[in-house]
C-alpha cells in the first residue's frame, strides 16, 4: 500500500509540473509565447525520458502514465510551435526539429514496447534514444536562439537564465535515473561528448545565481529560497554521482526545483 501511495505522488508531481510548465507557454503571446513553448518542448522531453528509465528498472503503469503525459507536453508545444502565426522561424527549420522529434517518439514507444514485452530494455536502443534526445534538444536550443534575434523578444537575462536553468536541471535528472535504474548505465547515458554530471551541476550552480540575482518580490524571495534549499540538498549527490544516493530521493527535490524555476518564470514574467 505504502509503494502505490508513493507511486500516485509521484506521478500526481510530475502532472503538477507539467501542468505548470505548459500553463507558462500559453500564457505568453506572440514571440515570447513561441520561445516558452520551445522552452517547455525541451524540459518535457527530458521529464519523459527520465520517467522511461524508471520504468525499464521496474514497468510500473503510473510511471508509464509519465512518460505519456510527459510526450504529450512535448507534442502539444510542437503544434503550439508548427501552427504559430510568429514567424520567427521558418516552416524548414520547424519542419526540422519536427522530424527530430518524430524520431525520439518513435524510439520511445519502441523502447516502451521492449520492456512491456520483454520485461527488459534493449540496450542499443536506449542508446540510440538517449542520443536523439540529446540531439533534439540541441537543435530546439539552436532555434531557440535563432527565435530570440529574428523576433527582438527581450527577455529579462534573469528569465533566461531561468530557462536555461531548468533545462539543465532536466537533463541532469535524466541522466542521474539512468545512472540509477541500471546496473549498465554507461552503456546508454548520452552522447560521449555530453557534459559530466558533475560539471553539469557546477553549470546549474551559476544559472542559478543569475537567477537570484536582483531584487523581486517576497513570492519570488520565497521561490528563490525553496529553489536553493532542493539544491543544496541533492547538489552533493550530482557532484558525486558515483556514490549510492536514493535515486527516488533525488528524483523529487530535481521536480521540486523544476516546479519552482517554472513558478520563478511566471513570477519574473509578471514583474518585468
Known amino acids: 500500500m505504502k509503494d502505490t501511495n508513493l507511486r500516485i505522488r509521484s506521478l500526481v508531481a510530475a502532472l503538477v509540473l507539467l501542468a505548470l510548465i505548459s500553463m507558462g507557454a500559453r500564457a505568453q503571446g506572440g514571440a515570447d509565447g513561441f520561445l516558452s513553448d520551445l522552452h517547455n518542448f525541451r524540459v518535457s522531453n527530458y521529464i519523459a525520458l527520465d520517467a522511461y528509465y524508471r520504468f525499464s528498472g521496474t514497468g510500473d503503469t503510473d510511471t508509464l502514465n509519465e512518460i505519456v503525459q510527459g510526450i504529450n507536453s512535448a507534442n502539444d508545444s510542437m503544434n503550439s510551435i508548427a501552427g504559430s502565426s510568429s514567424g520567427v522561424l521558418s516552416a524548414e527549420q520547424i519542419e526540422k526539429l519536427n522530424q527530430e522529434f518524430d524520431k525520439f517518439k518513435n524510439l520511445m514507444r519502441s523502447n516502451i514496447n521492449d520492456v512491456r514485452n520483454q520485461g527488459y530494455p534493449d540496450l542499443r536502443l536506449v542508446s540510440d534514444m538517449a542520443n536523439q534526445a540529446l540531439t533534439m534538444n540541441e537543435k530546439a536550443t539552436e532555434l531557440y536562439q535563432v527565435a530570440r534575434e529574428n523576433s527582438g523578444t527581450?527577455?529579462?537575462?534573469?528569465?533566461?537564465?531561468?530557462?536555461?536553468?531548468?533545462?539543465?536541471?532536466?537533463?541532469?535528472?535524466?541522466?542521474?535515473?539512468?545512472?540509477?535504474?541500471?546496473?549498465?548505465?554507461?552503456?546508454?547515458?548520452?552522447?560521449?561528448?555530453?557534459?559530466?554530471?558533475?560539471?553539469?551541476?557546477?553549470?546549474?550552480?551559476?544559472?542559478?545565481?543569475?537567477?537570484?540575482?536582483?531584487?523581486?518580490?517576497?513570492?519570488?524571495?520565497?521561490?528563490?529560497?525553496?529553489?536553493?534549499?532542493?539544491?543544496?540538498?541533492?547538489?552533493?549527490?550530482?557532484?558525486?554521482?558515483?556514490?549510492?544516493?536514493?535515486?527516488?530521493?533525488?528524483?523529487?527535490?530535481?521536480?521540486?526545483i523544476l516546479k519552482g524555476l517554472a513558478n520563478a518564470i511566471e513570477l519574473l514574467q509578471g514583474n518585468a
Open 154 to 256: 527581450t527577455t529579462t537575462p534573469r528569465v533566461e537564465a531561468a530557462r536555461s536553468a531548468a533545462v539543465k536541471m532536466a537533463q541532469m535528472m535524466a541522466k542521474y535515473s539512468v545512472r540509477t535504474n541500471s546496473s549498465v548505465s554507461q552503456t546508454f547515458q548520452g552522447s560521449a561528448t555530453e557534459t559530466p554530471l558533475d560539471e553539469q551541476a557546477r553549470e546549474l550552480d551559476a544559472l542559478l545565481e543569475s537567477v537570484m540575482q536582483g531584487q523581486g518580490s517576497p513570492e519570488l524571495s520565497a521561490a528563490f529560497n525553496n529553489i536553493s534549499s532542493k539544491w543544496q540538498f541533492i547538489r552533493g549527490s550530482y557532484i558525486n554521482y558515483n556514490e549510492k544516493n536514493v535515486g527516488f530521493v533525488i528524483d523529487r527535490y530535481s521536480k521540486g
